[in-house]
């Protein structure tokens, strides 16, 4: 099967791509002396998984997922260390309790004294680590936090460590910034560990980490595991913060022209808004790629600036930066402003190695 | 099943708001003396497409769709007559004729001499409208491109007849701004067809519409069917343009409280970009809503103007507007920007009648 057989809008993986970004986070996890707790939020599939864990640059801790959903259907394929980084809630902890009674072991998270109580009180016996929030300002108390040892208390024996994820990072625009934000990640969660460790409580995990802090943190020490996981895709934003190089775009959104306006330099293709994602991360770049930038069929940047300025439900209209002719019927390739946003849109990846051939079709997930 | 017994994130439809939508535009469309084709593009859900073809104020004509995966599914539910309202493509033609074969009726469109020629030499006869462009600068040419009748007559006896859509009408702030756009997308089409008809062919079908044009247009003569859809739901965008009434929006995401920051009016809960999508579509509209208005877990605007602020994968950070004291695992309901993407992320509906019992589970379909 060929990329020109495909039904479009398709999302087609480049496994070379992938395999170079998986490689380059490793060896930069490695160098560092941590464990990599790779996030599957973004690839959601079993075989992207396999292909990370396959990489032995950095030792690994696990994985780390979105959503519940995902836990099930990694406990399914045999990953058992599974962090759920999301904050839990007391409806969710009878659906982990019972994935760990198949045999998982899934791991919670909580920044709140009550819930820690519920976690404590329930019968499944979870595992936790206390949320710190490092600057993020999303999830996590502060790691001043009067009420830290007290959660710590409320957990008890079901006390596994901390946990923070410096979101902010995707706010940085020099590896220097982002070599900073990774340095406070690394300080709020050392500072809450050893409160903890001083109020006699064992805590030994120190988990962190996102992408642009994985990759580019000077130092790591006192902390487990990091935690990044766009990385395996990258997209336009994350090239243009450099935390994948910019030949880095492994998923790319593969359409077809189904109007053309030569006029006025102008074409519309079949992904818009569903296939593509309203995700316009990149307007905060130095680049802002609108709705994403169309590349050739054979996903060479040879367009120019060809941006999808316009993405209605299934419509993309795009600005043409070439006087390429296009007919009704040719294929484009759009790569994404934000990978994790885009794939949700689709349930399979038609994965290809650089060239045209469809060599697999790996199913992905969602839901929750 | 109660609300309170869901998981979350999940999609709520409230069937006593459906109904009351679906029978306002029918009301709007009978007075016109048109056919109604609603578009299932929103809903995409059998159940809903039976509410709305069981409401006979205004005569049927068949059903809209938004890609091929609607086609499919809608044939197999029985409903025959389907208008394919996106540009066809040479590679699509194949599929639409097997759906034909089995005995649906899929009407496509195109815009173009090539593709009109390429479907009157398909084998499988399909039956295709030309695409008029009346402002929208998307699909479609306008009614006095020079190249009408040269599709017209390529299409042959393939030729239905002419189709516009009026997306600009989004645009419209008033009710006069949105009934002066649906006379231009009127005369637009009319003006194509009579062309098509001097030229002495047939143009048995003038197809218009989109859900702020159906409901304001002032009189449609000469039109035989209009094709709005996202009615069906509302949103907080709709409502902003007054196409749907304020309390007329009948889907929302039910979710979780995961964190709580008393101090600073903030919590975070457990619909992000993945439960929400992207769409920022009130950011053009007079009230901006950010990611979406937050409602109490009974639906209600008791919350004020509390707002999803930020929206990451899985966490929706809301800036409250209200000095309730949530805790963690309690349960509000967000209003979407666009209903059309939100329902999206979803693969069923939870249908409730105005309270808190699950009176059904409606799945609904994706992809293409």
Redesign the interface.
């Known amino acids: 099967m060929k990329l020109s057989d495909l039904?479009?809008?398709?999302l087609v993986l480049d496994r070379t791509v992938l395999a170079r970004n998986i490689d380059r986070m490793a060896q930069a996890v490695g160098r560092l002396g941590v464990a990599l707790r790779p996030h599957m939020?973004t690839a959601k599939s079993i075989d992207v998984a396999r292909m990370v864990l396959a990489n032995h640059a950095a030792p690994l801790s696990g994985i780390t997922v979105?959503?519940l959903a995902e836990a099930e259907y990694f406990a399914a394929h045999g990953i058992t260390d599974i962090l759920y980084a999301?904050?839990?809630?007391?409806?969710?902890l009878d659906?982990v309790a019972k994935l760990n009674a198949a045999g998982a072991e899934v791991k919670v998270v909580?920044?709140?004294l009550?819930?820690a109580r519920a976690i404590a009180a329930h019968p499944g016996r979870h595992h936790a680590l206390i949320e710190i929030d490092c600057g993020e300002?999303?999830?996590?108390i502060p790691p001043g936090d009067p009420q830290l040892e007290a959660i710590g208390a409320a957990l008890g024996d079901r006390l596994l460590g901390i946990m923070t994820h410096a979101?902010h990072s995707y706010a940085g625009r020099t590896i220097a910034e982002m070599a900073d934000i990774a340095e406070a990640e690394r300080n709020a969660a050392l500072a809450a560990a050893r409160r903890l460790r001083a109020a006699g409580m064992a805590c030994p995990m120190v988990s962190v980490g996102s992408s642009p802090t994985a990759l580019h943190a000077r130092a790591l020490g006192g902390v487990t595991e990091t935690r990044p996981g766009v990385y395996m895709f990258g997209d336009l934003f994350q090239a243009e913060i450099a935390t994948v190089e910019p030949d880095g775009i492994a998923v790319t959104v593969l359409a077809?022209?189904?109007?053309?306006r030569p006029a006025e330099r102008r074409i519309?293709i079949?992904a818009g808004?569903?296939?593509l994602?309203?995700?316009?991360a990149t307007e905060s770049a130095p680049h802002d790629f609108k709705f994403g930038l169309v590349l050739d069929q054979d996903g060479r940047r040879t367009l120019g600036n060809s941006l999808v300025a316009?993405a209605?439900?299934?419509?993309g209209?795009v600005d043409l930066d070439t006087t390429i002719d296009f007919?009704?019927?040719d294929r484009v390739r759009v790569a994404p402003n934000?990978t994790?946003?885009t794939s949700?849109?689709?349930?399979r990846y038609y994965v290809v190695d650089g060239g045209d051939e469809v060599v697999a079709v790996w199913p992905r997930i969602?839901?929750?």
């Open positions: 039904p479009t809008p398709c939020k979105s959503t999301v904050g839990i809630t007391p409806h969710k659906q909580t920044d709140d009550d819930m300002m999303r999830g996590g979101g077809s022209v189904i109007g053309r519309v079949d808004g569903m296939a994602s309203k995700d316009r316009r209605n439900q299934e419509h209209v007919r009704i019927g934000h994790c946003m949700a849109a689709h349930d969602g839901g929750w």
